[in-house]
């Protein structure tokens, strides 16, 4: 748990995803999910939370990952609700992230290109 803090306060993330030691896209931790872990863990310091497996912190988002093929409606659909969406291979290895803000770009250069402008 320390290192997940300490690495999303270095990189300024505020949700990561997570990973099984396959590669499989398991789950999204956030920095909510690690505060509510040490608000309802009693005694829990920053300084013993190295002793907390990332496996014992309750995930509550659920980021619904897609397919490598998925096509950009679905994308638009899950960035309605998801900060970023995890995009995973056939095996459900995880490959990486497509950030709302990519779509919301990607949808505004369409945009832009449909009424002529540049």
């Given at each position: 748990?320390?290192?997940?803090?300490?690495?999303?306060?270095?990189?300024?993330?505020?949700?990561?995803?997570?990973?099984?030691?396959?590669?499989?896209?398991?789950?999204?931790?956030?920095?909510?999910?690690?505060?509510?872990?040490?608000?309802?863990?009693?005694?829990?310091?920053?300084?013993?939370?190295?002793?907390?497996?990332?496996?014992?912190?309750?995930?509550?988002?659920?980021?619904?990952?897609?397919?490598?093929?998925?096509?950009?409606?679905?994308?638009?659909?899950?960035?309605?609700?998801?900060?970023?969406?995890?995009?995973?291979d056939?095996?459900?290895?995880?490959?990486?992230?497509?950030?709302?803000?990519?779509?919301i770009?990607?949808f505004s250069?369409?945009?832009?290109?449909?009424?002529?402008?540049?």
């Open positions: 748990m320390r290192q997940a803090i300490e690495r999303m306060e270095y990189h300024r993330y505020t949700a990561v995803p997570l990973v099984d030691p396959d590669g499989r896209y398991v789950g999204t931790i956030t920095e909510g999910d690690l505060l509510w872990k040490m608000k309802n863990t009693p005694d829990l310091t920053f300084e013993n939370t190295e002793k907390i497996s990332l496996k014992d912190v309750p995930l509550r988002i659920e980021n619904e990952p897609v397919r490598i093929e998925a096509k950009i409606d679905n994308l638009l659909n899950l960035a309605i609700t998801q900060n970023f969406i995890p995009v995973v056939d095996e459900g290895v995880f490959i990486g992230i497509i950030r709302r803000r990519e779509i770009e990607y250069r369409q945009l832009l290109a449909k009424n002529g402008s540049c």
